[in-house]
């Protein structure tokens, strides 16, 4: 019994098999008269229970049909609605329209040579539509020699004379499937090739019965058993301002065209990019040890590479490159590099870099970067970046920045910045100074003439104290540190003072509702006292019981301890002089400094 249950199954599963593979067997009758051609294809899958697919560029959807048939075959129709140019495969429940391919045979003329050199020529033509294909790159892997195509689809090669039995060329053009052919060595010969366009997912049209899809509708297949990748676009070098200038355009197509091929050798000597050891190949060459004399163009290096005036690389490069005015990577580099003017890394970048200009890096940066003017970075920083101007980090900074204007970490710093200018972070874990420091928000410390944290601490003051009775101070920062900006004026006929100067303060929250706090600071201002011969500074102390009385005002008062240095002897009239003023204890710490206990009070608004 089981064994009859097996045979039963068996056959049927033979029977559905043999069902679903013969779809253009099926017969089936249609009468149309003047209907679109794409709706005709609509009705014939739905009658037929299968899909149509076809590229759409091929297929004129939009031409009128009219037909008429009789129980007749899903071939035979489609041969009625198509001319001999097409053809029909079966594909799981697909019948795909395509274009007959164009059956073109490699004509050989050989003559046998005992030169050296032997030479290859002929015609690179579309498989579809017959037309000759410019700019495809004929080429031999192992002798890496190449050859374009003209507009008539002419290309012709030297190649040299070999003991091997055969040898093989390969075809490449972007947008097309790449081929080879196997040719004899020792014969010059001619011989015609032919290349398949690469089918784009978007040309395909699907057209589906009734019950998959809904009516007179038509989607893209998403089959993947149809589907052809699209070459990737590797040209990274050949787009920078000096791969536009330097390179020609017969070696931007080869990229384009030999974006998948690269190859290794020992060593390459070039005098210009192409011309030299490799050749028309050389974009496609990974070298241990690259000399160029003016300048080269190889696919990367993997030692060391030298340029008199310049190196372009369009993969990795490690461990030494060095030019006498710019290097571009389109690809990693690790290890030193170094330029006269530019470095330029598409990637990202390990080691030690520098150039007498600039230094860009597409990627992150790990190690120590060295420009005489400027360093850009246009992702995370790890290390230590340092310009005669400006860095520049457009992500996190872990390290250090040095300049002599201004740096710029674009998200993060968990480090310092030092700059003779200004400092900007967004968000700020370490330490800034310079004059001018910004960030949006801090954890760190801002050390500069004006610190301004954007979601920081923001304090305008109004103070008396024993020296100055009317003061107003701008604090900018976090509560861990910040700048004071201070000036003042003593208000009166006979004791005028006029003050200004910079400090630094902290605050530190009594309680948890931070309504309470203490804020120790230290200033350090000049008094003017009626002549600007005189050097009269006056330092203080001054520990501030601050109390909350709302969200945007405070009262403060404490102690002050104040060391004044001052070389004037003698009051001048309408100003204040001695100081401090009579009724506190001076402390003497030489001829002209002192000190003395004070105090001082005011209000905080914001």
């Not at 059956?103 to 579309?126: H, I, P, Q």
């Not at 192409?274 to 496609?284: A, D, F, N, T, V």
């Not at 910079?502 to 309680?511: D, H, M």
């Not at 006292?529 to 330092?539: P, Q």
Request: glycine share 10%; hydrophobic share 40%; aromatic share 10%.
């Amino acid at each position: 019994m089981k064994k009859i249950t097996g045979i039963i199954f068996l056959i049927a599963g033979i029977t559905i098999s043999c069902t679903g593979q013969n779809l253009l067997s099926k017969n089936i009758s249609l009468d149309v008269n003047r209907q679109r051609l794409d709706n005709v294809l609509e009705i014939l899958s739905n009658k037929g229970d299968f899909y149509f697919s076809y590229n759409s560029k091929i297929v004129k959807k939009d031409s009128l049909v009219s037909l008429s048939v009789r129980n007749r075959s899903v071939r035979e129709t489609l041969g009625l609605l198509f001319n001999n140019s097409y053809e029909f495969v079966e594909s799981g429940n697909y019948v795909i329209i395509r274009k007959t391919p164009i059956r073109m045979t490699m004509v050989t003329n050989k003559a046998v040579v005992e030169d050296k050199l032997y030479s290859v020529s002929g015609y690179v033509f579309d498989e579809q539509s017959g037309v000759a294909i410019d700019e495809a790159s004929v080429y031999e892997k192992k002798q890496l020699a190449s050859a374009l195509t003209n507009d008539a689809g002419y290309f012709k090669l030297k190649l040299k004379n070999s003991k091997t039995s055969t040898a093989t060329l390969f075809i490449s053009k972007e947008f097309y499937e790449d081929t080879s052919i196997v040719i004899e060595p020792r014969h010059n010969q001619e011989i015609t090739i032919t290349m398949m366009p690469v089918e784009k997912e978007e040309d395909k049209v699907t057209v589906a019965p009734e019950d998959y899809l809904v009516p007179d509708s038509i989607k893209a297949v998403k089959d993947t058993s149809l589907k052809i990748a699209l070459p990737v676009d590797s040209a990274k070098v050949e787009r920078t301002g000096m791969g536009v200038f330097l390179l020609s355009t017969k070696q931007k197509v080869q990229s384009l065209n030999l974006n998948h091929f690269f190859t290794t050798r020992p060593f390459q000597v070039s005098l210009t990019p192409g011309l030299g050891s490799h050749g028309k190949m050389s974009g496609q060459v990974v070298n241990n040890f690259s000399l160029n004399v003016l300048g080269g163009y190889t696919a990367g290096t993997n030692g060391v590479e030298i340029g008199g005036i310049f190196n372009i690389d369009k993969k990795e490069v490690k461990y030494f490159q060095a030019a006498g005015i710019f290097n571009v990577d389109g690809g990693k580099m690790k290890g030193f590099q170094v330029a006269g003017i530019n470095n330029t890394v598409l990637d990202t970048s390990y080691g030690f870099q520098a150039a007498g200009i600039n230094n860009l890096v597409k990627g992150k940066f790990a190690g120590f970067q060295v420009g005489g003017i400027y360093n850009h970075v246009a992702d995370s920083v790890k290390g230590v970046q340092a310009a005669g101007v400006a860095n520049f980090a457009r992500r996190k900074l872990s390290g250090a920045q040095l300049a002599g204007v201004g740096n710029v970490s674009n998200k993060e710093t968990d480090g310092v910045q030092i700059a003779g200018v200004f400092n900007y972070s967004k968000k700020l874990r370490g330490v800034q100074i310079g004059l001018i420091n910004i960030a949006d928000t801090s954890a760190g410390y801002s050390i500069g003439l004006i610190n301004i944290i954007i979601k920081g601490y923001h304090k305008l003051s109004f103070s008396s104290n024993e020296i100055v009775n009317v003061n107003a101070a701008f604090k900018t920062g976090n509560s861990r540190l910040y700048s004071i900006l201070q000036a003042g004026v003593n208000a009166g006929n006979s004791n005028r003072i006029y003050s200004f100067g910079y400090g630094l303060g902290s605050e530190i929250n009594l309680n948890k509702k931070k309504t309470l706090s203490l804020n120790p600071e230290l200033t350090s201002q000049y008094l003017y006292l009626g002549s600007w011969d005189y050097t009269n500074i006056l330092n203080r102390v001054q520990v501030n019981f601050n109390v909350k009385l709302g969200k945007y005002v405070s009262l403060f008062a404490g102690p002050a301890f104040s060391v004044y240095i001052s070389d004037q002897k003698a009051a001048l009239a309408d100003y204040r002089f001695p100081i401090p003023p009579s009724g506190y204890h001076i402390i003497s710490f030489g001829s002209n400094v002192t000190g003395w206990f004070g105090w001082n009070a005011g209000i905080n608004f914001f």
